[in-house]
């Protein structure tokens, strides 16, 4: 691990939590282990878990067809909390997100709130939230584009209680519209991961609600802000596309103000 990604991932890494649950497909006895990347921010005091819309989307199609689900969990780990490989367990109720999941337009994130009680386990998980609007768009000025999450690749589960998992982070590189497959969306972005990742990891499939932060050194300091949830990846070109999250977070800021003034 270079410095600078040993640094980053210890600054970053305070604001990452997954979401992992088994789910146990209709006509079927198999359980299937499945890990959600994801962040923490704040919003007005309020903490909210934050992944991508087609994550939520894809669970509660398979609600619909009777799959089971099971051992919903928070974890902590790479925040350096205490519950390891067993996590946080939670409840797990379908109306308490708010997810968007609008490929036409490129809209893609979903949104918990967090309970009083998981938030403070999390807390005593060295859980920090993104701070309430440390986030901007894809055009400021940086250093570094990366990516934190939890490919699929890496996970693994023993059948009873513990769940493995490698949290990584990935170097990427602008890229304009042109060089993408298909037709832009409006709502998104897009970045290459850098040459020489296929050594870290060979697909980013799992890493989906993953943040991207842009990383800038000031003085003797780095720092950064969120500019978006990942949200899909063209393979062949080893593209991934980006949700932009500021204009989103701005948007439930304005929206939490209002509800709070009733």
């Known amino acids: 691990m270079t410095d600078l990604t040993e640094r980053t991932m210890k600054s970053t890494g305070r604001h990452i939590v997954t979401l992992s649950y088994v789910v146990t ?3 079927s006895k198999q359980e299937i282990v499945e890990v959600i990347s994801g962040f923490v921010v704040e919003l007005l005091g309020i903490w909210f878990f934050v992944t991508a819309g087609h994550v939520l989307t894809g669970i509660k199609e398979l609600m619909a067809v009777g799959a089971k689900f099971d051992v919903w969990r928070l974890s902590d780990y790479t925040a350096g909390g ?3 490989n067993t996590g946080i ?3 797990f109720d379908l109306d308490s997100w708010l997810f968007l999941d609008k490929e036409d337009v490129g809209l893609d ?6 309970e009083d009680l998981y938030r403070k386990n999390l807390e005593v998980g060295n859980v920090v939230p993104v701070p309430d609007g440390a986030w ?3 055009k400021i000025a940086c250093a570094y584009w990366v990516l934190v999450g939890v490919p699929n690749e890496s996970v693994s589960y023993d059948g009873k209680t513990q769940i493995s998992a490698s949290m990584v982070m990935m170097p990427l590189e602008p890229i304009d519209d042109t060089q993408i497959p298909g037709e832009p969306k409006p709502q998104k972005f897009y970045a290459r991961l850098i040459d020489g990742s296929e050594a870290v990891v060979r697909r980013v499939e799992g890493m989906s609600g993953g943040p991207i932060f842009a990383i800038s050194k000031s003085i003797d300091n780095w720092e950064y802000v969120v500019i978006g949830v990942q949200s899909g990846w063209f393979s062949h070109q080893r593209i991934v596309t980006v949700f932009r999250f500021s ?3 701005n948007l439930l800021k304005e ?3 209002s509800q709070m003034a009733e």
């Open 255 to 257: 929206a939490l103000k």
């Open 82 to 84: 205490d519950f390891r």
């Open 25 to 27: 497909p209709p006509d």
């Open 89 to 91: 367990p939670i409840h």
């Open 136 to 138: 901007a768009d894809e």
């Open 247 to 249: 204009e989103f977070a």
């Open 109 to 114: 994130v979903a949104v918990l709130p967090i």
